[in-house]
């Protein structure tokens, strides 16, 4: 059955590094891949989205890579903030109409 | 441009009640889904409306559950009896018209549904 995986560890990190998450998906091949943050008590917003054919997308501190050999998905915050604390979830998703499939999500934490 | 809105914010329920949910997406967004998340699991897809026909409904647990989206702009979720298991958060979606391939979506800021 599909699978996704994302680090279910807390990321702690020092403000101004660069945090790293994984995501990574089994026993499908993806189309494209949405990137979501949600903090508590929200809904999940949109952050990036990146097609099967694109190796990597950037919007301002972010960037997202698309690894359809390895089955994965890298994301990095750059020059993280307190304001990037949050659960970031990944969702590779095969459905033409959007249906998305949601990983459980990495919590990430950005200390002063 | 107001976002999505969903009501009520939280619910308290004892099984075997009903509970209905309201959404209201976007203004102009033909697409409106519904997702769920279940105490410590990931969110999942329940269904997905294009205007006021379901286009995907593949998520719904059982027949317990009823969604209806009447002119294609608000829906609602009914939950009928409502059992413990339906415990969660409810978030609705919605994107733009077209296919949901590579639209973003907005979310709602979810229901909370206690079945006590």
């Known amino acids: 059955s599909q699978k996704i995986e994302q680090n279910s560890e807390a990321l702690n990190i020092q403000e101004g590094k660069t945090a790293t998450l994984t995501c990574n998906y089994t026993n499908y091949s993806p189309a494209y891949l949405q990137w979501y943050r949600q903090d508590p008590g929200r809904g999940p917003v949109f952050l990036l989205l990146i097609r099967e054919n694109e190796k990597e997308k950037r919007k301002e501190r972010l960037k997202v890579t698309f690894d359809t050999t390895l089955k994965q998905s890298l994301f990095h915050i750059t020059a993280s903030q307190p304001a990037d604390s949050a659960t970031y979830l990944c969702a590779p998703t095969t459905d033409s109409w959007g249906k998305l499939q949601f990983g459980a999500g990495t919590q990430v934490v950005v200390t002063p | 441009e107001a976002g999505v809105t969903q009501f009520p914010s939280h619910s308290v329920i004892e099984k075997g009640q009903t509970v209905t949910l309201r959404c209201d997406p976007i203004?102009?967004?033909?697409?409106l889904y519904w997702y769920r998340r279940v105490m410590g699991k990931e969110i999942k897809f329940l269904l997905h409306f294009v205007k006021e026909s379901k286009q995907d409904e593949s998520g719904m647990p059982n027949n317990r559950f009823l969604a209806e989206r009447t002119g294609g702009t608000y829906s609602t979720l009914k939950v009928q009896p409502a059992e413990l298991e339906d415990s969660g958060v409810y978030f609705c979606?919605?994107?733009?018209?077209?296919?949901?391939?590579?639209?973003?979506?907005?979310f709602g800021p979810g229901t909370r549904l206690t079945v006590t």
């Open positions: 979606a919605s994107s733009r018209t077209g296919t949901g391939f590579s639209y973003e979506q907005y």
């Open positions: 203004s102009g967004h033909d697409n």
